[in-house]
Nanobody, 121 residues
């Protein structure tokens, strides 16, 4: 069965950086587009970023463009999100998801358990 395990979240000051990781198993990872999504406590889910199966094309939400970088290592079945210049508005639980932008928030997608990111001074 599909398994996605996120890690790397934590408490960071505004302007700081974090690197999130997602370990994937149970499916042919290298054949799938992948995404990161996030959800704040009182808000609905928000798509953050996607990467194609080959790892040579990526897309970002306007709110994170220029600050976040998505990447993957298909040999290790790993997905990453490098987050720089973090803002309090980035505070949310972050999930990795199967599928690209159009799939990540839909019922066809599989999410991991998430990792909490809190940006506060």
């Amino acid at each position: 069965q599909v398994r996605l395990v996120e890690s790397g979240g934590g408490l960071v000051q505004p302007g700081g950086s974090l690197r999130l990781s997602c370990a994937a198993s149970g499916f042919p990872f290298s054949a799938y587009y992948m995404s990161w999504v996030r959800q704040a406590p009182a808000k609905g889910p928000e798509w953050v970023s996607s990467i194609n199966n080959g790892g040579d094309s990526a897309a970002y939400a306007d709110s994170v463009k220029g600050r976040f970088t998505i990447s993957r290592d298909n040999a290790k079945n790993m997905l990453y999100l490098e987050m720089n210049s973090l803002k309090p508005e980035d505070t949310a639980r972050y999930y990795c998801s199967t599928g690209g932008e159009s799939i990540s928030l839909e019922s066809e997608a599989t999410w991991g358990q998430g990792t909490q990111v809190t940006v506060s001074s």
